[in-house]
């Protein structure tokens, strides 16, 4: 799930789209409307939107679905290729969204927070008393990625399933991941690397986006909670938001009332959703781009959370690498609209979704084959959105 590059590169597009198209600094509070049945509202309501849309989409051959939502109301839902072989692809098919899980993580913590469970400025050591740096580094630094905890990352190297923290290239203190593994051994086995590794930095220093954090993020839950993350995400976020069908990675072969779209069982020589416990956390979720918008609008009509943690959540906390990040979210202000975005990649899966709050649009664009380029796809959907939907 490495991201990086791919956020600097859709920052730098969107803050060139916001600022060519935007001509107003007038905001107005968001109301959250409730959600419009697609049995009662045809998709693409603006017809030369949804010609706009399809033309970029059509144009670029990536393989997946696209919704848009302007004022409570779907102005675009279309699915493009297929989810799996004769079934197509559409917006209520489940995606493996990656890293756009970790703000259903950083909603968990802030619940826990606000049950009075934990506190943000608690230290590792409380949960983790054997990590020799589990003193110096706070929940608050997991949630705004500046602990210093390494990133991972997942590849296969000579047919084998590895896990190794970044700057480790020559695999010396890789750990190997098996599918025949439970996810719980082959979390044990990536956290025990993470823990085995110097820190990058002295905790709080900087920003550096890290998978690391929100995998332990999720374990802080499972140990406060007495739940598994899963079943706690399910409970206190699926159930009151009414999103049925949404699961996770691990639970993938649970699925039974909904279509799973299919990777192109490259990277691993199969399924990529058959390591278990690789994503925990940080990218296992499994979601529609319909059910992703129902996430939205619960989280900012404060279904989920309340003002105050949503507003802790929203904060930009880092800029040294010009990329705005609060607890889970990507940040940008541009043109006196504020943007919530995020990215996700794993194996042939891409996924971006961008809300701007004040004028109450929602964009999701999620791909399950490796070809086109969802992530600039959704750069140029916004493109068209902010013209024809008027939303400088």
């Known amino acids: 799930m490495k991201i990086r590059s791919i956020l600097s590169i859709i920052l730098a597009s969107l803050l060139f789209v916001l600022t060519a198209c935007a001509g107003s600094n ?11 049945s ?9 017809t030369e939107l949804g010609e706009a849309f399809t033309r970029i989409v059509r144009s670029d051959g990536m393989q997946g679905a696209v919704l848009a939502v302007y ?15 004769g079934v197509p692809n559409t917006v209520d098919t489940l995606y493996g969204v990656a890293s756009i899980t970790k703000q259903f993580t950083a ?12 506190d943000l400025d608690d230290k590792l050591n409380r ?26 990352s997942v590849e296969t190297r000579e047919e084998k399933i590895v896990a190794f923290c970044d700057g480790d290239e020559t695999l010396s203190e890789a750990v190997t991941l098996s599918t025949d593994n439970t996810a719980a051994e082959n979390i044990a086995l990536i956290r025990d690397m993470v823990f085995s ?22 374990a802080i ?33 649970d699925v039974k009332d909904a279509v799973i779209a299919q990777t192109d069982r490259v990277a691993f020589s199969e399924d990529y959703y058959a390591v ?78 961008f809300y701007i709050p004040d004028k109450d649009y929602c964009q999701i664009v999620s791909g399950n084959r490796s070809v086109g380029n969802p992530h600039q796809v959704a750069i140029d959907l916004l493109d068209q959105a902010i013209e024809r939907l008027s939303l400088s």
Not at 109 to 115: A, D, G, K, S
Request: proline share 4%; charged share 20%.
């Open 26 to 36: 007038d905001t107005h509070p968001t109301e959250v409307t409730e959600a419009v």
């Open 38 to 46: 697609p049995t009662e509202k045809g998709a693409g309501s603006d």
């Open 71 to 85: 004022g409570g109301e779907e102005v675009y839902a279309e699915g493009f290729g297929e989810a799996l072989d």
């Open 107 to 118: 909603a968990c913590i802030l619940q826990l927070y606000e049950n009075k469970k934990l």
């Open 127 to 152: 949960f983790f008393p054997d990590y020799v740096h589990s003193e110096k580094i706070t929940l608050r630094q997991l949630l705004s990625q500046r602990s210093g905890i390494p990133d991972y």
């Open 197 to 218: 590794s110097d820190l990058g930095f002295t905790p709080g220093e900087r920003f550096e986006y890290s998978d690391s954090n929100y995998g332990l993020l999720a």
């Open 221 to 253: 839950i499972e140990k406060v909670s007495g739940m598994s993350y899963h079943d706690y995400v399910r409970e206190h976020i699926f159930k009151p938001l009414h999103i049925a069908h949404a699961s996770f990675i691990d639970d993938s072969a």
């Open 276 to 353: 278990k416990g690789a994503e925990y956390g940080c990218g296992d979720l499994l979601i529609s781009p319909r059910e992703l918008y129902l996430w939205y609008r619960g989280l900012f009509g404060e279904k989920i959370i309340g003002e105050a943690s949503l507003k802790m959540m929203t904060t930009n906390y880092s800029t040294e690498e010009g990329i705005g990040y609060g607890f889970g979210l990507m940040l940008a202000t541009v043109g006196g609209s504020e943007v919530m975005y995020h990215t996700g990649w794993i194996p042939s899966c891409s996924s971006a979704v």
